[in-house]
């Protein structure tokens, strides 16, 4: 495997096809979890882990039990039970580890497991053809690229609390706006690779 072809993947996951940003994915936490930076950065370690694990399970899944036994139907159930298996074993460790941050991601952390943007990720590992160690790097860098866009957008969040804004735009609003501009600075990248 040559490095080009594992930067064109960092890079590209990263910035050129992000998955929240160009794709769309994994909105709900983006939105919901970015008020704070250091409830975002919590956020996207923990998305980060759980998406570069489930890249790595759902590779031997596919490849050792669902391809031979000709089951490749099961694949999505398959993809999301080993998701929430690894969501949950993310929330025992936080839990016992680091109670504040854990009490802090509240709802979002079990929300994870529904996260589109770490199912859409197996599921593009799969569908690119990727081997082992190209899913395991399209995971983590996608994973990164979530976490980049998710403290960036609560960064320009927490900027606009002390700033003033025009009455009709406080809160849910101007978030959006705010999104959609940083989404256009993302798009940027495209034509990149």
Avoid: W
Wanted: proline share 4%; aromatic share 12%; net charge neutral.
């Amino acid at each position: 495997m040559e490095n080009a072809g594992i930067m064109t993947i960092i890079i590209s996951a990263i910035l050129v096809n992000n998955f929240t940003m160009s794709r769309f994915l994994g909105i709900c936490p983006f939105l919901g979890m970015s008020k704070k930076v250091e409830t975002a950065l919590g956020m996207g370690l923990a998305v980060t882990f759980v998406m570069a694990m489930a890249g790595t399970f759902t590779y031997f899944a596919n490849k050792y039990l669902l391809i031979p036994h000709n089951m490749g139907y099961l694949k999505t159930v398959m993809f999301i039970l080993i998701i929430a298996s690894l969501v949950q074993f993310v929330e025992i460790v936080l839990k016992k580890i680091l109670p504040s941050l854990y009490q802090a991601l509240g709802v979002f952390l079990p929300l994870i497991t529904t996260n589109c943007a770490v199912l859409g990720v197996t599921l593009l590992n799969e569908q690119y053809g990727f081997n082992l160690i190209e899913s395991v790097v399209h995971s983590t860098a996608a994973a990164l690229g979530f976490t980049l866009a998710i403290v960036l957008f609560a960064f320009i969040r927490e900027q606009m609390e002390i700033n003033d804004v025009p009455e009709p735009f406080k809160g849910f609003p101007i978030a959006l706006i705010t999104a959609s501009l940083l989404s256009f600075a993302f798009l940027g990248f495209q034509g990149m690779i």
